[in-house]
């Protein structure tokens, strides 16, 4: 079980990835934007952050260049996308995400195989 932290603004996809997670057996918090989600690092780092790029407030970018996984080492990043741009998905990369997803062509099973990757855990169900 991981202590995952799903940064989205779309409130159904942020409530779907939650309640996958948490079937899996996953502890979940939710943010709606990158400031919501540095202000929810701050009392707890998480495992994993499930971050979306394009949001109001504080987008994706910007949450990265104020999370700094350098000083995060313990805490894995996922973008969940669907920006598909060679540029943005290396600017993410380069600031410290662990791996770039298109969420538009991610499954639920999908994404708890990815969750279990950057967590060492193992799923719970199948699909």
């Known amino acids: 079980m991981a202590d995952v932290l799903v940064i989205e603004d779309n409130k159904t996809l942020n409530q779907a990835y939650r309640l996958i997670l948490q079937r899996e057996g996953h502890d979940v918090r939710v943010a709606y934007n990158g ?6 690092v701050k009392l707890a780092e998480p495992s994993l952050i499930l971050l979306d790029m394009l949001m109001p407030i504080m987008n994706g970018v910007d949450f990265l260049k104020h999370f700094k996984a350098a000083e995060h080492p313990n805490t894995k990043v996922i973008i969940l996308s669907n920006l598909n741009e060679d540029s943005e998905v290396q600017q993410a990369l380069a600031l410290g995400a662990d791996k770039y997803i298109l ?23 199948t699909a």
């Open 35 to 40: 400031q919501e989600g540095l202000e929810l």
């Open 103 to 125: 969420k538009a062509s991610t499954s639920p099973q999908e994404l708890i195989e990815h969750v279990t990757a950057a967590t060492g855990g193992k799923t719970t169900t």
